[in-house]
């Protein structure tokens, strides 16, 4: 350091004496006087002369000349709460430490990653950990720009957005990964993916990483640090960190120019693009704006040449043998010779041959269309789905639906409606309308699960009695009394064994939940079935036989002409709506389970193959299906190998031995159907409610009355109309609006009137009606700073209530602060803010 001052000051001509010494400003801040203050404690702490203490001295001594080796680099973020050394409890030459807003590692020149690169290079630190932090100011404000399609740099500094855009990347992501309205889980889960994409960037633009990490010398981790708890959870490495080591070696150039940083060509010099993996962005997220955002593919081409097209091609567009999976990366030989996947796979298909058999039989169609719902089905899911583990086949909650179209237009409308709904599950992906299908409270689902369990259940009188009724109707509720009325020619043998299989049924399913007894359950009474249709036992069990005659192993069923397509239509469209809503609360339910997120976009792609495909094969619609989904879950399943090989086993089980199955009583079917529908009612969830909230019980109860006396459709929309009606029933009453004054001179009043929350069409006149009067008025401040939301009835009313207060009270001054950016787009369209604003009465946040 010497040697360099000496070198300035003779380029400068300044002598050692003509250098002007560093003064201390007696004028400081009361923030440095606090340090000062604390290094003094910390100074009269040491002198105390405790034995501890002077180990502590004698630490620094060392440290100071014999240097600094540091056993781990964290790169941590800025913020004030997060006390790095502290939460680790190291002492000083411990942690090599690193701070910047987000922890981003946002340029690879210099700064963040050239530190980094010191503490592995020099100081052999054979650790790096990313430490990322719950509710980081950064992270959030990424967040809400990427969703409000807002620029950083139109609303922050130009170095702080620089800051934010960098994180923006990884808020795109969690906001299609998480593609839901709760912002705090999309921030939590952007602060997840930022140290992930961080991670990246050092061992995308640094070969010191690289190096380091090839020959076992350093390990990145990464880690998420709990303000409130203190703990810090491990992340762990990297899950694509072998790939991003591959493609440096296949391409070494490419992370030769990354590593540089900043290209130069036709004299401009060029940033980089920072992440390999993100290649697009949902349009709902991309923000409207001239400046395109750094993350888009159109800008990375532009700004990365080559580079790019290197990098994308090695690490996203390969034709690679490796995929992910629960492990992280892995080869799909291994995928495939997984015995957890095989587990699953087999077992699940194990149980879903008899419930397929039984829902297809539900569902008021032949067996074989419910067995060929769950092959085509699930080959489909699980080849072109995103949930590793969700198992997509015949539901219950179509089966009802299905009865009812089956009844009124033949059993050869439903290939039909799979093909229709196909197309209809398609545009909710495209238009996203399938994220306003599941804006429904707890309730009304529940109400519509016990609603699909009755119609199951109650469904099952005639296989368990042994009945025949004539008449069908397209009602549930008229089959039931159909049912009910030919009660009295029961045949006993079918009635025993209904009651014998059931509650053993339940009994051993709830005591002994791990074996699969729907399996063993038919493979005990189907000899029963054959003795009885010998004559052997003397008596008659009615089996699918004598239903359906010799089932055959026919898995495609050519299309036979059925009702119009205006006819199948609106059938068409609730069948999707179900199917869509099914299917990603099972997927949502599996994710949470395992803690494994699943693309909403690829699970619906999944879906419309599958539907368009069982449609074309003569199945039936399928959906996700929450009891198969959750064995596979539960048995270990590390990838959605094992939902492709469960359709391939209930293939091969069907075409060995669906003549068997002919066999199958009919009472076993109303057993496992009567014990699943059972199962499937909530009944803790509905006790809860008794106990805690009984308005949402009865909008349960109303939802599945209505799904059940009329259709599970009108029941969803019924129950969310209700749900919806209610919770704008609370906003209008929930306070919102905070009026405070202060009395100045001449008996006049200065109002400040603040808004919080969301101001719309549903409390724009509970609005009005609390704020119009304001008495005495010499000066009142609008602050909008609080409001999240506004519309052009609720910014009408603000125009009014304005109005009204300038009209009731002369000279009286308004003044309008904290409007934030997309606010003030909406406001600039009306003409009673624009002239407040050419007045100079409006102050922006």
Partial sequence: MTGVMNTMRSMTGQSQEDVVPLTVSADLHQSVKKLMAGN????????????????????????????????????????????????????????????????????PVGGVIGSAEYGVEHLKSPVLMVLGHTKCGAVSAAVRCTKDGINPGENLSRNLGIVVGNIQAPAAEALQTLDRPETPDQIEHAIKLNVLYSMEQLLQTSTVMQQAVRTDQLQIQGGIYDLESGKVTFMGEHAQQSNFLQCADEHPSAMDNQQNGWNKGDGVTKRPASRARIISVPTAVVPTNSQKPLWTVEKRQEEQGSYFSHLAACIDFQPSWYVNTKHGKQHIKEVILDQNNWIAGVTVALVSVPLSISLGIASGTTPMRGVATAVFGGLCAGLFGSSDYNIVGPAGALSGMMMSYVVKYGEDCLPWISLISSVICALCALLRLDAYMLLMPTSVFEGFTVGVALIIGLNQINFACGLIPGEKHSLFVMNIIESIKTLGETKPASLIVFLLSAPTLWFLMRK???????????????????????????????????????????????????????????????????????????????????DRDFNITGEMRGLVIAHAVCGATGAMAPTGVFVRTSLNTSLGATHRFSQTLNAVVVALISLALMPLFSYLPQATIAAILVVAAIRMTPVKYMIKLWGEDKGSLALCLVTALICVGEDPVIGLAVGMMIALLAAAKKMMKAPFVDITNKLVEDNKSAYRVVIKGALTYVNAETFIKQARKLPNASEVTLDLLGVRQLDHDSISALGKVVGLWVKENEDCKVKIKGVGGKQYNQLTKFDWFTKAECENRVELA
């Fill in 40 to 107: 003094d404690r910390y100074l009269r702490k040491l002198a105390q002369g405790a034995q501890e203490k002077a180990q502590e001295g004698d630490l620094r001594r060392r440290l100071s000349t014999m240097g600094q080796s540091p056993w781990c680099i964290v790169v941590s973020c800025s913020d004030s709460r997060c006390p790095v050394e502290r939460l680790f409890d190291a002492s000083p030459g411990d942690l090599f430490v690193i701070r910047v807003a987000g922890n981003i590692c946002g340029s």
């Fill in 512 to 594: 002994v939940p791990k074996i699969p007894w729907t399996v063993i359950l038919p493979v005990v009474s189907i000899p029963l079935g054959v003795l009885c249709d010998e004559g052997v036992l003397g008596f008659d069990l009615l089996t699918l036989k004598s239903k359906y005659g010799v089932l055959k192993p026919e898995l495609v069923v050519p299309l036979k002409p059925s009702a119009t397509f205006i006819d199948l239509l609106i059938p068409s469209f609730s069948v999707a709506i179900v199917a869509v809503l099914e299917t990603l609360i099972s997927a949502k339910i599996a994710a949470g389970r395992v």
